[in-house]
């Protein structure tokens, strides 16, 4: 692994993130777009469904 200093790893996950701007103007964008479909304007995750026993049935 080659020596890089801390600067040259943040600038290199932050090109790699798309929450940040780093990462649309390396790819020729002015910034992060408004609205876009990254993860951050998707809202909050569903919760998970619950779990069930194998064997087990719902009852009626």
């Known amino acids: ?15 790699q993130n798309p929450n940040n701007d780093s990462y649309w ?10 609205g876009g479909s ?6 909050p995750a569903s919760p998970p469904a619950p779990a069930t026993s194998p064997g087990t049935t719902t009852p009626k």
Do not use: I, V, Y
């Open 1 to 15: 692994m080659s020596k890089q200093s801390k600067a040259d790893r943040d600038n290199t996950a932050n090109q």
């Open 25 to 34: 103007q390396s790819r020729g964008e002015a910034g992060r777009p408004e």
């Open 38 to 43: 990254d993860e951050s304007s998707r809202g």
